[in-house]
């Protein structure tokens, strides 16, 4: 059993450039969401999901956008990279609506130069 | 301004042990808390919740408390190993797909 699996693991890009990091769960889940984590802060929601077609701002989503066009996979695109976007960033899901456990992937380190 | 106090600095013990981390909150009123292990690189990964009406709540070795009072929680893990070497984040529940995750405290357990 997978769980989350994110992909790519690491990934360095220049200013400006552009990626796609995918989220996909084997467990069923309605819910997913995508986190950034940064050295001596929290977790900090970027964008969440409660199930296919649907997607809402978390607590920092400027420069970030995402897609759930099927219910397994949850899509975190950067559509043109900064900097301050270096972290590490961390898709979720869960079985309802946090009340639950959040089951995490491994996680993307992502530089920006 | 809403704030998780996690302590920054590293909790260090000795093997068998109990260790005891701190989780302090100001202006939230969470329905539930959760507290996860994270590995170096990897993912956290959850271990206990416990909700606002609830005071104590244990798995195995792990126990956690939940002052809504104090506004804090306590999770402690006795007799400790060092497997149990990792960080440990607290997270505020306050509703729907609400979750607020603490920075975290780093606990070594020395042999």
């Known amino acids: 059993n997978a769980g989350v699996t994110q992909t790519p693991k690491f990934r360095v890009l220049k200013t400006g450039q552009s990626m796609t990091l995918l989220c996909a769960q084997d467990?069923?889940?309605?819910?997913m969401y995508w986190y950034r984590q940064d050295p001596g802060m929290g977790l900090r929601l970027i964008h969440y999901?409660?199930?296919?077609?649907?997607?809402a701002k978390g607590e920092v989503p400027d420069g970030y956008n995402v897609s759930r066009l099927k219910k397994q996979n949850f899509l975190l695109g950067l559509e043109s990279a900064a900097p301050s976007q270096t972290s590490v960033y961390f898709c979720?899901?869960?079985?309802?609506?946090?009340?639950?456990?959040?089951?995490f992937g491994s996680g993307t380190q992502l530089s920006v130069l | 301004s809403q704030k998780i106090e996690q302590n920054s600095e590293a909790l260090n013990i000795q093997e068998g042990k109990t260790a005891t981390l701190t989780c302090n909150y100001t202006?939230?009123?969470?329905?539930?808390l959760q507290w996860y292990r994270q590995d170096p690189g990897r993912g956290p990964v959850f271990l206990l919740l416990?909700?606002?009406?609830?005071k104590e709540k244990r798995k195995e070795r792990l126990k956690v408390t939940f002052d809504t009072t104090l506004k804090q929680s306590l999770f402690h893990i006795t007799a400790s190993q060092p497997a149990d070497s990792a960080t440990y984040l607290c997270?505020?529940?306050?509703?729907?797909?609400?979750?607020?995750f603490g920075a975290g405290t780093r606990l070594a357990v020395h042999p």
């Open positions: 997270a505020l529940g306050e509703g729907y797909n609400k979750l607020i």
């Open positions: 202006n939230y009123s969470p329905a539930y």
């Open positions: 999901s409660v199930g296919e077609g649907t997607t």
């Open positions: 467990m069923n889940h309605e819910y």
């Open positions: 416990i909700r606002e009406n609830e």
């Open positions: 979720a899901s869960s079985s309802t609506t946090g009340n639950e456990k959040l089951f």
